[in-house]
């Protein structure tokens, strides 16, 4: 019996089906979608998916995504060259942008340390960073790596090793998050918003 | 302050945000999901757009979505063309193609009756659905709208226009979904099966 959807609409429901967070039903709508959209709309996806492949590439200071190195935040002179913020990932970087209250550099260490998945320290843009700390004019370094067993694991191994460097170390506060109910909070969140307490 | 992504990313977020069911997050995920992926997996994707878009067409028969017209449902001597199903959607298509029970042939409509969003019967693809009354040797026409106001009121219309003709018109059963529970099926639906009941 013949296919009811030809080979270039099925080709396009698997290409989305293969991307995070699209299931099957998911890309078929959004097939359809590009289908009945008007062709410039599809043509700067697809132009958009091109150039980020053709352009884009790691800054050589921080890790960063960017089109040219180094990137716009490291080679800003009003930023300030005395904070590194350290992140597992380039989005982490945005999610900070966007609390508008940082104003220093950035680190993308791409990833964090996983022994289950085989990620070791080695594995991680760590070397480029003790570098940076060589040559930088560098007073704090902040490590705002996520608030789970890696991300643990990360900012304990980075904390041991920049310590004795005689630079400031500091790391995000753990605690309650703006907006949400004490009732629904767990257990570890509330211990650490009830150590981390201080002077209303 | 300069940003933190340069453009080329901040362009393809964009565009992924834009596709309906996808947010920002789930953009942003994609988006950096691509950076990773390998040059293949972004070129195929982009590609794959490309391509819909140049090669899809409606079938001039069946006004489903197809590469050749007629499209291979419409030219398969296998399968049975006395009888026409019609559908508001070419997915609906697919969704009846899943279900194995069905070797007649489609009828896609582009839409529902919807006086709110002013699509009237004049803005579906009925009159082509006449001309293949005229032609064809068609027994039967089965109705599988959504089962919602517009899909209704779009039965009640075809179903008063087509009977005249001394076609056999029928339409999908209500009732109860398989494997769904008594107890949280709406009224409408329970009672739509009890009317619809049949000899166990």
Do not use: W
């Amino acid at each position: 019996m013949a296919l009811a959807y030809d080979g270039a609409i099925q080709r396009l429901i698997d290409a989305f089906n293969k991307l995070p967070g699209i299931g099957p039903k998911g890309a078929q709508r959004i097939a359809f979608h590009l289908l009945s959209a008007d062709e410039q709309e599809a043509a700067d996806l697809a132009d958009a998916i091109t150039e980020v492949k053709a352009k884009v590439r790691f800054c050589d200071v921080c890790g960063n995504v960017c089109e040219s190195s180094p990137c716009p935040v490291c080679a800003d002179p009003r930023r300030d060259h005395t904070v590194i913020c350290v992140v597992e990932e380039p989005k982490d970087v945005m999610s900070i942008e966007r609390t508008r209250e940082y104003r220093g550099l950035y680190h993308v260490l791409g990833g964090a340390i996983n022994p289950m998945a085989n990620v070791g320290p080695s594995d991680l843009n760590i070397a480029k960073l003790l570098d940076r700390l060589k040559t930088d004019e560098v007073k704090e370094i902040i490590l705002a790596l996520d608030p789970n067993i890696e991300g643990e694991a990360t900012t304990t191994y980075l904390s041991r090793l920049l310590s004795p460097l005689g630079i400031k170390v500091t790391r995000l506060a753990s605690g309650l998050p703006v907006g949400s109910d004490l009732e629904y909070a767990d257990e570890i969140t509330l211990g650490r918003a009830l150590a981390g307490r201080r002077e209303a």
